[in-house]
C-alpha cells in the first residue's frame, strides 16, 4: 500500500489463488492485482486533502 502521484492509495496484491496441477506437483496460482482507491471512497465522502498541489506533504480535513 502506498501514496501514488495523483493521491489515491495504490495496492497491489496476490489475488484469485488457485490450486493447479503443473505436470505431477500441485501448485497455488494466483492473480497480481493492482487497484488504487481515493479518500473520498475510502471515507464515503467524510475527508479530503486539505492540499491538492501536493499529496506527499498532504493533511486530511474532515469535510
Known amino acids: 500500500m502506498v501514496l501514488d502521484r495523483k ?7 496476490e489475488d484469485q489463488g488457485e490450486l493447479l496441477k503443473v ?3 500441485p501448485a497455488d496460482v494466483y492473480d497480481n492485482t493492482f487497484r488504487t482507491i481515493s ?14 498541489k501536493n ?3 498532504l493533511f486530511l480535513k474532515r469535510r
Do not use: M
Open 23 to 25: 505436470g505431477s506437483q
Open 55 to 57: 499529496h506527499r506533504d
Open 39 to 52: 479518500i473520498k471512497e475510502i471515507t464515503g465522502g467524510e475527508y479530503r486533502y486539505s492540499n491538492k
Open 7 to 13: 493521491g489515491r492509495i495504490a495496492f497491489a496484491y
